[in-house]
């Protein structure tokens, strides 16, 4: 339920409908605009029921928000959401660049991988020490040897990090060094890592499940925030569908209908999308200038001998003009790139 008070209400008739809100055991979630404060009632049914603010001090009307994710929905909050990380802007009019290698190699690959990023103007740094793969027998990270290399990188560059997180037990020391944690898009329904993460209340970045449709994508968001948790990056990062000739599908559609039902920011990411490096510049022009709200994309200083993913890495040597045209795109739906400070 949404709480729409007066533009003339008190703080006094503001903190009255706040508490009625708890008092019926459900969650009040104030939104301070310019001119008017809303206030969602989320919790039980029943209990959110039970509340009559129709007419109270300061009310101006009391609406149902019919979407069944409350919180991520534009029905309660209709500016979008802009974010600020370790100095880098997301959402609103900036476009951030989020950039770096699949998954930490070596300190050389990762530190000096990271500068390349920073010179030529990423938002933030990528990085897996924890990596979901396919295979169990596959390479599946550097662990925490991989977190004090991100470490190292950002104590270098001053740009902060996105990184994996696979599993809750793992979230003590990620949270030593990620600004932005990341759900793997095989993870988007672990609820309880989820919960876990709308506690631990850092900024996470949800990737869409390989066949999860827009509304599960935003019901994963929910149980982040939830917990209190505001900052949501949802990712499109491809779906499955009948076409073999890439590795998955890129809905670009999802930008502008995550939009539509959203204020939650929302990036791209080319890479997993394309599965081959030829695809990614003209994704990441496409999602620029679809209105994404940044791409995160995966570069290496020689994908040929990359442990992970190197097929779609973008060269380190490429990265410089790619971000140039990638402005120019995100100019064409209004927004600049962030610069990390
Ligand atoms: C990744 O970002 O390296 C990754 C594994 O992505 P996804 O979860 O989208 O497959
Ligand atoms: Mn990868």
Same mark, same amino acid.
């Given at each position: &339920? &949404?709480?729409? &008070? %007066?533009?003339?209400?008190?703080?006094?008739?503001?903190?009255?409908?706040?508490?009625?809100?708890?008092?019926?055991?459900?969650?009040?979630?104030?939104?301070?605009?310019?001119?008017?404060?809303?206030?969602?009632?989320?919790?039980?049914?029943?209990?959110?029921?039970?509340?009559?603010?129709?007419?109270?001090?300061?009310?101006? %009307?009391?609406?149902?928000?019919?979407?069944?994710?409350?919180?991520?929905? %534009?029905?309660?909050?209709?500016?979008? !959401?802009?974010?600020?990380?370790?100095?880098?802007?997301?959402?609103?009019?900036?476009?951030?660049?989020?950039?770096?290698?699949?998954?930490?190699?070596?300190?050389?690959?990762?530190?000096?991988?990271?500068?390349?990023?920073?010179?030529?103007?990423?938002?933030?740094?990528?990085?897996?020490?924890?990596?979901?793969?396919?295979?169990?027998?596959?390479?599946?990270?550097?662990?925490?040897?991989?977190?004090?290399?991100?470490?190292?990188?950002?104590?270098?560059?001053?740009?902060?990090?996105?990184?994996?997180?696979?599993?809750?037990?793992?979230?003590?020391?990620?949270?030593?060094?990620?600004?932005?944690?990341?759900?793997?898009?095989?993870?988007?329904?672990?609820?309880?890592?989820?919960?876990?993460?709308?506690?631990?209340?850092?900024?996470?970045?949800?990737?869409?499940?390989?066949?999860?449709?827009?509304?599960?994508?935003? &019901?994963?968001?929910?149980?982040?925030?939830?917990?209190?948790?505001?900052?949501?990056?949802?990712?499109?990062?491809?779906?499955?569908?009948?076409?073999?000739?890439?590795?998955?599908?890129?809905?670009?559609?999802?930008?502008?209908?995550?939009?539509?039902?959203?204020?939650?920011?929302?990036?791209?990411?080319? !890479?997993?999308?394309?599965?081959?490096? !030829?695809?990614?510049?003209?994704?990441?022009?496409?999602?620029?200038?679809?209105?994404?709200?940044?791409?995160?994309?995966?570069?290496?200083?020689?994908?040929?001998?990359?442990?992970?993913?190197?097929?779609?890495?973008?060269?380190?040597?490429?990265?410089?003009?790619?971000?140039?045209?990638?402005?120019?795109?995100?100019?064409?739906?209004?927004?600049?790139? !962030?610069?990390?400070?």
């Amino acid at each position: &339920m &949404m709480i729409v &008070m %007066k533009a003339t209400a008190t703080e006094a008739e503001i903190d009255a409908v706040i508490d009625r809100i708890q008092g019926v055991g459900a969650v009040a979630h104030p939104s301070r605009g310019e001119e008017i404060t809303v206030i969602g009632a989320i919790g039980d049914r029943e209990h959110v029921a039970r509340l009559e603010l129709e007419g109270a001090p300061g009310v101006a %009307k009391v609406v149902r928000i019919l979407k069944p994710y409350k919180l991520a929905s %534009k029905e309660l909050r209709r500016e979008p !959401s802009v974010f600020e990380i370790g100095g880098a802007r997301i959402g609103g009019d900036s476009f951030a660049l989020i950039a770096g290698p699949c998954t930490v190699e070596s300190r050389e690959q990762t530190v000096g991988t990271a500068r390349v990023v920073k010179d030529a103007g990423a938002a933030m740094f990528r990085g897996g020490a924890y990596k979901p793969r396919t295979s169990p027998y596959a390479f599946s990270g550097l662990g925490e040897s991989g977190l004090r290399l991100l470490a190292e990188a950002k104590a270098e560059t001053g740009l902060p990090i996105v990184t994996e997180l696979r599993d809750a037990r793992d979230l003590e020391p990620v949270l030593e060094v990620a600004d932005v944690i990341q759900v793997g898009a095989r993870n988007m329904q672990n609820y309880t890592l989820l919960t876990e993460l709308g506690r631990a209340g850092r900024p996470v970045l949800l990737k869409r499940g390989l066949t999860a449709t827009l509304e599960e994508l935003l &019901m994963a968001a929910e149980y982040i925030l939830k917990e209190g948790n505001p900052h949501v990056i949802l990712c499109e990062r491809g779906i499955r569908t009948f076409e073999t000739s890439y590795r998955f599908t890129l809905d670009l559609l999802a930008i502008p209908v995550l939009k539509e039902l959203s204020h939650l920011p929302v990036v791209v990411d080319p !890479s997993h999308a394309a599965g081959r490096r !030829s695809l990614v510049e003209p994704m990441s022009l496409a999602a620029a200038a679809a209105g994404a709200d940044g791409i995160i994309v995966e570069v290496h200083p020689n994908p040929a001998e990359a442990i992970c993913d190197g097929p779609q890495a973008v060269v380190n040597d490429d990265f410089a003009a790619l971000v140039g045209r990638i402005e120019q795109a995100a100019a064409v739906a209004g927004k600049v790139l !962030s610069a990390a400070v």
